[in-house]
């Protein structure tokens, strides 16, 4: 099955993106590939605001019918938002994983680490060997 | 590659998500799994079933044979075409499988097992069908489709046609040839349905006129919260080889009356009902969030230890709800190890929904 994998987007080859954001900021969320491997979701644990996260520590928790799977952070930083509508729809990850489906949001405290994610093709290979 | 049923090729055209399941490549969802759960509780779902295998016992001493292998009693159906659920047992008590046994007439009953346990079960039967001279007869040239919900039967009847206007007449738990199809009064959700046996080269043309009357496909993600919610046992899951049917929550379906009726595995489950059986199978409900899967520890505090043997979240209930393997003893309140936090979870008798309603 192939998923939808924008352009415009970084990824970890766990499966998440990452979105660099006009002010700076990056919006972080799980791939369509990921969303539709997990199944429906029913619950999402999110960080707290102003919690302060490694590149590559769990910062969240998706879990589906099927099975609760960790989500790692893209990026150092500082958490500034969370997703507060997952918690009454968690269903908003599966239906737009790159919007409305968004996780949490980080002021990054190290911008060249953006560049060490993969980009769209690099992902895409990881999907396709998977 | 796995076995493939006759709509393998319909179920990847309409895009669903194929896993492997007891070695078959079957659909696990078309989209939403919670989309189609509710689909079946509040209109008409349907489901691949070909994987399970129907078999057909054949000779005049058809009833003695299986009033032999099976634990419960096929005495009990008198009219043709009445079903009974059963457990089938190894000498040890131990469950081999559970089934759904048919009279058909005095020397044809249908029996439908598990598809992870096909082979098991054949050799099983036939080991034992020598001594009644009956033939065990697999049919594999069938296809099953379940429909299910309180608008299946109505639509599935429109959409076959005249036909089958005499299968309305269907009471729970009876099927009836009605060629080319069978049709059986039963299901694995807990809603009002027909299970739809039927040649396998009619399957894909069945299932895109069910289609077309507007009963949405399922998958087994579905398949598997509406049995739980249901409190239906999951062969391999809340029982298998090593566990009785009194540690099940299957006591029910043992016929130890009439007592002169001997069957596989008598005397082992009468010998453990006599030093008292030490564990039973209950309903749990997690009331906060969190998710109770197989294999999770279970905390009965001063009482023992126990394991959740099914696993999910309801969509129904809107929270995760469970059947664990627990000590007698256990009253109303355990906790449960849920990734590494022990949370309480209230101890419920089951089934947890019917007729779309909570009952817990």
């Known amino acids: 099955m192939s998923s939808s994998i924008p352009s415009d987007l970084k990824y970890l080859e766990s499966h998440e993106w990452a979105r660099s954001e006009p002010d700076g900021t990056i919006t972080v969320g799980i791939s369509d590939h990921a969303q539709g491997a997990l199944g429906d979701l029913v619950f999402v644990e999110l960080p707290e605001v102003g919690k302060v996260l490694t590149k590559g520590a769990a910062a969240a928790v998706v879990e589906s019918v099927k099975a609760a799977s960790d989500v790692y952070s893209p990026v150092s930083g500082e958490v500034i938002a969370a997703n507060e509508s997952l918690s009454g729809s968690p269903e908003l990850v599966n239906q737009d994983p790159y919007g409305q489906g968004w996780l949490f949001k980080i002021k990054p405290s190290d911008p060249a680490e953006l560049g060490q994610l993969l980009d769209a093709a690099a992902y895409g290979k990881v999907v396709e060997n998977e | ?360």
Not at chain 2, 41 to 61: C, E, N, T, Y
Not at chain 2, 66 to 80: F, H, I, S, T
Not at chain 2, 270 to 290: D, H, Q, S, T
């Open chain 2, 1 to 360: 590659m796995g076995l493939q049923t006759p709509l393998y090729q319909t179920h990847l055209a309409a895009g669903a998500r194929m896993v492997d399941f007891g070695g078959w490549d079957m659909p696990v969802n078309y989209g939403s799994q919670i989309e189609e759960h509710h689909a079946v509780r509040k209109q008409a779902g349907m489901f691949d079933v070909s994987h399970m295998l129907v078999a057909d016992v054949i000779g005049p001493r058809a009833r003695e044979y299986l009033r032999y292998v099976l634990a419960n009693d096929v005495a009990k159906l008198r009219e043709p075409g009445k079903a009974i659920y059963s457990c089938m047992l190894n000498d040890n008590g131990g469950v081999v499988d559970d089934l759904i046994a048919y009279f058909i007439d005095d020397a044809w009953f249908r029996v439908v097992v598990n598809a992870g346990t096909r082979d098991k079960d054949i050799a099983w039967l036939k080991r034992h069908a020598g001594a009644f001279q009956v033939e065990i007869r697999p049919r594999t040239d069938l296809a099953m489709i379940a429909v299910q919900g309180p608008a299946a039967i109505e639509k599935a009847a429109a959409a076959i046609g005249p036909d089958v206007a005499d299968a309305k007449s269907l009471q729970p738990f009876q099927g009836k040839e009605l060629a080319p199809y069978f049709i059986s009064r039963t299901g694995y959700t807990g809603e009002d349905g027909w299970e739809i046996m039927l040649p396998a080269e009619q399957a894909p043309q069945l299932w895109q006129r069910l289609k077309d009357a507007g009963i949405v496909q399922c998958g087994l993600g579905a398949r598997d919260t509406l049995r739980l919610e249901a409190g239906m046992n999951l062969y391999g899951n809340d029982m298998d080889e090593s566990v009785t049917p009194l540690e099940s929550g299957l006591t029910w379906t043992v016929a130890f009356d009439p007592p002169e009726r001997d069957f596989v595995g008598r005397s082992a489950l009468e010998a453990l009902r006599a030093r008292g059986v030490p564990r039973k199978l209950v309903g749990l409900v997690l009331e906060e969030r969190g998710v109770l899967r197989a294999h999770q520890k279970v905390v009965v505090p001063g009482v023992g230890e126990g394991e959740i043997t099914s696993g999910t979240f309801s969509p129904t209930l809107e929270r995760s709800i469970a059947l664990a393997r627990v000590p007698a003893a256990t009253a109303d309140r355990v906790q449960v190890d849920v990734r590494g936090k022990l949370l309480p979870a209230r101890v419920v008798k089951y089934p947890f929904v019917r007729k779309g309603k909570a009952l817990v």
